[in-house]
């Protein structure tokens, strides 16, 4: 499906702001967690309690909190950034989410809405799914296996009220983040826009694909062209196997890859005779602004 004229009018205005002021001018900087950019989140709700990706021979699995479940779509996608932005901006593991729920949405790009089908719901469930959620991350090729395993909070305190979201509750909801996890996100970070990532924020691939691709053009020397397959392997572990699932996904990566070349122009990028060509491109975040 491609984009209609109001999305995509919407996406072009978003896109011309962004051109308009560079991201460390605009104080749009953020971060997002490598780990979780090179193998990403589930973007629907999977039936099981663990979910796994792969890029090349670095796998990455998640598994969700019985209680909880697992943290799909678009809403974990921005609270990760959230959550990185602000421990690399205050060096700080416990991190203050406020003392009201629809503050907190706002500054994540989401209005509070109650009802059946209202954004309250679903907001708090993501939260608690990534919240208590567990990441392993395995590199593994012919010579060396290695992994390392992540809590990603080491505990959290939600006193929002879903009737009343705009209500300040007596004590501020807050996080506190497992020190590896920390660590590993603080050390290791990912800028990105903030503004690209509110204009694509309806879409959990456009917002992986975004993520990678400025990930990737950060350090691109050289033309270099990655296969479908494994792309499908690191974005579209939905997607069936074999030549007509990799097709399927071939054509949901190019509606994706429609709206982020609006907010990111200068990606330069073809269709290879096999795969993706990504070609070296000035990166959406200067290098200067990096951690």
């Known amino acids: 499906m491609s984009l209609n004229e109001k999305n995509l009018n919407k996406l072009i205005h978003e896109a011309m702001a962004i051109e308009a002021e560079e991201a460390k001018e605009a104080d749009a900087i953020g971060f997002m967690a490598r780990m979780l950019v090179q193998a990403t989140m589930p973007h629907k709700k999977p039936e099981e309690l663990a979910f796994s990706r ?6 990455m699995s998640i598994v969700g909190n019985p209680v909880y479940g697992l943290p799909y779509g678009p809403t974990p996608r921005l609270l990760l950034a959230w959550l990185t932005t602000e421990a690399v901006r205050t060096k700080e593991r416990e991190l203050i989410l406020g003392d009201s729920l629809s503050s907190f949405m706002r500054q994540l790009g989401i209005n509070a809405t109650g009802g059946k089908m209202g954004t309250i719901g679903r907001f708090k469930s993501q939260t608690s799914r990534l919240f208590g959620a567990s990441v392993s991350c395995t590199y ?3 010579e060396q296996t290695a992994t390392k395993n992540y809590n990603v909070a080491k505990e959290f305190h939600l006193w929002w009220q879903a ?3 705009e209500q300040p509750s007596l004590w501020q909801s ?3 983040l497992d020190q590896d996890f920390f660590e590993e996100i603080i050390e290791r970070p990912v800028p990105v826009d903030m503004r690209a990532l509110q ?3 309806g879409s959990p691939m456009a917002l992986d694909i975004y993520s990678w691709l400025t990930y990737r053009m ?3 020397k050289r033309s270099t062209e990655i296969p479908w397959q494994v792309l499908q392997g ?3 572990a939905s997607y069936a196997e074999g030549p007509q699932g990799t097709r399927n996904f071939k054509r949901a990566f190019f509606r994706q890859l429609n709206k982020i070349n609006v907010v990111y122009p200068e990606a330069n990028i073809d269709e290879g005779s096999y795969g993706l060509q990504l070609k070296p491109s000035k990166p959406h975040i200067a290098k200067a602004a990096k951690k």
């Open 54 to 59: 792969q890029n090349g021979n670095f796998h």
């Open 163 to 165: 009737k009343n979201p």
């Open 218 to 220: 950060s350090y691109l």
């Open 234 to 236: 690191q974005f579209g």
């Open 199 to 201: 204009a694509l924020k």
């Open 174 to 176: 807050t996080v506190k």
């Open 140 to 142: 593994n090729d012919e």
